[in-house]
C-alpha cells in the first residue's frame, strides 16, 4: 500500500523528473564540452571537467530540494547502501539518470554537423593505461566525489554556511587527464549507446560503483559525527538508523530517543486520525 501512495504522488514523480532532465542537462553540457573546434583541434579534458563542475553547480541549485540533484546511478546506490535512500526510489531514479543521459547524448548528436565527431563523446581507456589502471583511477576519483558530497550533507544538517554546492562542483572536476573521469555511469551510458563503442566500458560501472560504496560507507559509518557501531550493526540488520544518530549526536540513552520516538510516532498517529 505504501509503494501504490508513493507511486501516486506527485513529489515522487517530480523527483524523477528532475533526475531524468537533470542527467539530460549534465551529459549534454559534457559532451558539449568535447566536441573539438572548427579545425577539429582536440579540446583537451580541461573542458570537459570545468564544464561538469559549473553544471553540478546550477542543477544543486535547480533540483537539490526536489530530488537531491544526484545524476549519477553511482551515488544514487552509496545512498542506498547507506539507507539514505529506499529500494523504490534508489531503482527508479538509476532508470530516470540512465533514460536522461541517452536522451542528452541523442540530442547532440542530431545537432553535430559532422557526426564523426562523436566518438570525443565516448569514454576511454587512454592508450597509455591498460583497464585496470583505469579502474582503479575511477574508484578514486569518484571516491573523492562521493566523500565530498556525504560531508557537505552534514555540514547542511547542522546549519552550516558553507558553500557546499561548490566543493561539490570541485570535487567533479579531478582526475580528467588520466581516465576521462566519468565518475558517472550513465554519462558514459549514453554516448556508448549512441556511437555502439563498448570498449573496456565495464571499467566506467564498476569503478564508480566501487569507489561510490566505500565512500558512502566509510563516512557515514567511520568518519561522520554519528558514526558508530551500532549504526553500523543496524544498517547490516536492517533496523531504524535514525534511532541510532539522533543517540549518537545528543548523547542520551539509546532507549530514552528510542522512547521518544516512538511517542513521537503515536502521536503523529493520532492526530491523522
Known amino acids: 500500500q505504501a509503494i501504490k501512495n508513493e507511486l501516486r504522488s506527485r513529489r515522487f514523480w517530480s523527483a524523477t523528473l528532475a533526475e531524468l532532465l537533470g542527467t539530460l542537462v549534465l551529459v549534454s553540457a559534457v559532451l558539449g564540452a568535447s566536441v573539438p573546434g572548427p579545425d577539429q583541434a582536440p579540446v583537451g579534458p ?64 542530431l545537432a553535430l554537423p559532422l557526426k564523426s565527431t562523436a566518438d570525443h563523446f565516448v569514454n576511454r581507456v587512454p592508450i597509455e593505461l591498460n583497464a585496470a589502471q583505469a579502474l582503479w583511477i575511477e574508484v578514486l576519483c569518484t571516491f573523492q566525489m562521493v566523500f ?3 560531508s557537505v550533507e ?5 546549519e552550516s554556511v558553507e558553500p557546499g554546492n561548490l ?31 563498448w570498449e573496456n566500458h565495464w571499467v566506467f560501472w564498476i ?30 540488520t536492517c533496523k531504524d538508523i535514525e534511532i541510532i544518530e539522533t543517540a549518537s549526536m545528543t548523547g542520551s540513552s539509546l532507549s530514552t530517543v528510542t522512547q521518544n520516538a516512538m511517542r513521537a510516532k503515536h502521536a503523529s498517529k493520532q492526530e491523522s486520525n
Not at 567533479?172 to 551510458?189: D, K, T, V, W, Y
Open 46 to 109: 580541461l573542458y570537459p571537467a570545468v564544464a561538469v563542475g559549473v553544471v553540478i553547480v546550477s542543477l544543486a541549485h535547480c533540483f537539490g530540494e526536489i530530488s537531491g540533484a544526484q545524476v549519477n546511478p553511482a551515488l544514487t546506490l552509496s545512498l542506498l547502501a547507506t539507507r539514505k535512500l529506499d529500494l523504490l526510489h534508489a531503482l527508479i531514479y538509476m532508470v530516470a539518470q540512465c533514460l536522461g543521459a541517452c536522451l542528452g547524448a541523442s540530442a547532440l548528436y
Open 148 to 150: 565530498t558530497v556525504f
Open 154 to 158: 552534514e555540514h547542511r544538517r547542522k
Open 167 to 197: 566543493a561539490i562542483g570541485f570535487a567533479h572536476s579531478a582526475g580528467a587527464r588520466f581516465s576521462g573521469a566519468s565518475m558517472n555511469p550513465a554519462r558514459s551510458l549514453g554516448p556508448a549507446i549512441i556511437t555502439g563503442f
Open 207 to 236: 569503478g564508480p560503483i566501487i569507489g561510490a560504496l566505500l565512500a558512502g560507507v566509510s563516512h557515514e559509518f567511520f568518519f561522520a559525527r554519528s558514526a558508530s557501531r551500532q549504526k553500523l550493526v543496524a544498517c547490516l
